[in-house]
């Protein structure tokens, strides 16, 4: 499968999961997610959804939890609004990008000889 195309079912798989995590998800321990991206394999057997929550370890951790329960739910909602050869068993991962973006802006903030 070309990049291009790899990239737009990354991006359609995103936005279905994003869509019925904030409207249809219904698990108290999922708190306030944002899906930032999706790793689909080629074969499409395997997708790796990459989420970012808003709170503590604690309450990341217990929506990871609860994201994790969810799965099935959440890949029959993929495989109803997406035509796929095979609808992706989903793995869920916390998306430590924005962690890591805000460590280096305070860094930076803090000026040289700064050591955080």
């Not at 409207?23 to 997708?47: C, E, H, I, N, S």
């Not at 050869?85 to 924005?98: A, G, N, V």
């Amino acid at each position: 499968m070309s990049a291009g195309r790899m990239r737009r079912v990354d991006e359609a798989v995103r936005e279905v999961l994003s869509d019925a995590i904030a409207k249809d998800l219904q698990d108290p321990r999922v708190g306030f997610v944002t899906v930032t991206a999706v790793k689909t394999t080629p074969d499409l057997r395997r997708a790796r959804v990459y989420v970012s929550v808003l709170g503590d370890e604690q309450v990341r951790a217990e929506t990871l939890d609860g994201l994790r329960s969810a799965h099935g739910f959440l890949q029959g909602r993929v495989a109803a609004e997406l035509s796929l050869k095979h609808t992706p068993m989903l793995t869920f991962e916390y998306d430590e990008s924005i962690d890591r973006g805000m460590r280096i802006s305070r860094l930076i903030d803090q000026g040289p000889g700064a050591d955080g």
